[in-house]
T-cell receptor, first 113, second 116 residues
Framework: DTGVSQNPRHKITKRGQNVTFRCDPI?????LYWYRQTLGQGPEFLTY????????KSRLLSDRFSAERPKGSFSTLEIQRTEQGDSAMYLC???????????FGQGTRLTVV | GDSVTQMEGPVTLSEEAFLTINCTYT??????LFWYVQYPGEGLQLLLK?????DKGSNKGFEATYRKETTSFHLEKGSVQVSDSAVYFC???????????????FGKGTKLSVIP
């Protein structure tokens, strides 16, 4: 397994457009997380999946954000009507059990112009 | 809510110098504590962890001890190398998570530069 994979690595979009990011976790990991990291800050939790069920969402996840994990494998994060404040690095992570090492992807850097 | 505070950088050290990056936390109960490292152009990687009070995590010459009485988890290394240049993040996972996520709460990160 090559680890957690995220695509695309970079995305530049115009304000108001929709964007979708993909995360492929480590295959046997049933726990999947999305985080957002802005410049000079640590990652902030957005949402959590166990298998295909989205069990927790942060208050940071506005109505314009939606995440899915069909069949409990890969996950997508969609942002509708992007705003300049959405510019950030979006990180995906996965692990097998609580409080064990979370493996992170390299992230998708979103720039909204 | 849970929070992590770590010393602000950037920190610049000469090779073979002693490193300390301070980290304190606020959380109920006994969270698990982590240090993650991000090397240039790479994703976050776990450096070390401790899951209960007085535990010492260690890896690659780095150490950190879980101090419940001071709610701290300071990162130390006796002799840094140029290859240790990276951003270091202190993080915690709660002792209880109703939805089962046990998501990480991170500090802001400390950028370390080691010069030859």
């Amino acid at each position: 397994d090559t680890g957690v994979s995220q695509n695309p690595r970079h995305k530049i979009t115009k304000r108001g457009q929709n964007v979708t990011f993909r995360c492929d976790p480590i295959s046997e990991h049933n726990r999947l997380y999305w985080y957002r990291q802005t410049l000079g800050q640590g990652p902030e939790f957005l949402t959590y999946f166990q298998n295909e069920a989205q069990l927790e969402k942060s208050r940071l996840l506005s109505d314009r954000f939606s995440a899915e994990r069909p069949k409990g494998s890969f996950s997508t994060l969609e942002i509708q009507r992007t705003e300049q404040g959405d510019s950030a690095m979006y990180l995906c992570a996965s692990n097998l059990r609580p409080n064990t090492e979370a493996f992170f992807g390299q992230g998708t850097r979103l720039t909204v112009v | 809510g849970d929070s992590v505070t770590q010393m602000e950088g950037p920190v610049t050290l000469s090779e073979e110098a002693f490193l300390t990056i301070n980290c304190t936390y606020t959380a109920t109960g006994y969270p698990s504590l982590f240090w993650y490292v991000q090397y240039p152009g790479e994703g976050l990687q776990l450096l070390l962890k401790a899951t209960k009070a007085d535990d010492k995590g260690s890896n690659k010459g780095f150490e950190a001890t879980y101090r419940k009485e001071t709610t701290s988890f300071h990162l130390e290394k006796g002799s840094v190398q140029v290859s240790d240049s990276a951003v270091y993040f202190c993080a915690l996972s709660p002792s209880y998570s109703g939805a089962g996520s046990y998501q990480l709460t991170f500090g802001k990160g400390t950028k370390l530069s080691v010069i030859p």
